[in-house]
């Protein structure tokens, strides 16, 4: 699904302050808001209690994570991929100098599936429904992952579909997956949105024509480098509400 508008604007003012032009099309409301799950929806924190049941320092727990999106960010521009899991299991074994059992391992990765939501997940996701925008969540997880972690939370009867890159076999923030979704969803790329709290989702998104909103209950500042969103707020709220106020 091939998208060119003839309207287009330099880069909004980026959060912080700081600003850099982009060449981007004219951010228009949603008709699709897409989740990304793993820290957006869902913080890690609570896996910090597996890591020391593990005897793993708890410390090292976003430092895994950090190295489980790298090797997925590497495979994919070597053209490669492997399954979310994988990647998981090869992380902990790594930085743990494969010191770790292969059952605490398997607790772990395990847990990924049990994860506590963010206290605003729900009212951002009924917001967007009030308004009659459609809601879906996009992971570089597994479809069956985050399905039981929405399950979990009460969020199913709000999301449309559950997409994974496991169907085009890329990781965001590569092209293929915001394409996917928004050929699933029937939807034009400039009317479906991201909701992120990773600024290299957002660079993604937008590269790939989506609109994109940024939580700053992550990072807290946006890097530099990245394209900057067309809406930005502290929590999900904030930032559907910006993106159901952008023009048709």
């Not at 005897?55 to 053209?79: E, I, K, N, S, Y």
């Not at 917001?127 to 969020?155: F, P, Q, W």
Request: aromatic share 6%.
């Amino acid at each position: 699904m091939e998208h060119v508008s003839p309207a287009r604007r330099s880069g909004p003012a980026r959060p912080g302050g700081l600003e850099r032009e982009y060449a981007v099309t004219e951010a228009r409301r949603p008709h699709v808001i897409a989740f990304d799950v793993m820290e957006t929806l869902f913080p890690l924190t609570p896996l910090e209690w597996r890591f020391r049941e593990a005897g793993v320092p708890r410390v090292l727990m976003h430092r895994w994570f950090a190295h489980v999106l790298r090797d997925a960010f590497a495979l994919t521009a070597a053209g490669d991929y492997r399954p979310f899991g994988e990647l998981a299991r090869g992380a902990l074994q790594d930085i743990t100098g494969h010191q770790v059992s292969e059952s605490a391992v398997e607790s772990i990765v395990q847990a990924l599936a049990s994860l506590d939501v963010r206290p605003d997940a729900d009212a951002a996701m009924r917001r967007i429904r009030d308004a009659e925008v459609r809601v879906v969540a996009l992971t570089n997880s597994s479809e069956e992952n985050t399905r039981s972690l929405l399950d979990r939370a009460g969020l199913t009867a709000h999301v449309e579909h559950v997409l994974s890159a496991a169907k085009p076999r890329r990781f965001k923030p590569a092209p293929e997956p915001y394409h996917y979704a928004a050929e699933v969803c029937e939807v034009d790329r400039d009317h479906m949105a991201l909701v992120t709290a990773h600024a290299w989702d957002v660079h993604g998104a937008h590269r790939a024509g989506l609109v994109t909103g940024w939580s700053d209950h992550l990072e807290g500042r946006f890097s530099s480098v990245f394209a900057a969103p067309d809406v930005s707020g502290q929590g999900l709220v904030p930032v559907v509400s910006a993106l159901l106020e952008l023009p048709d």
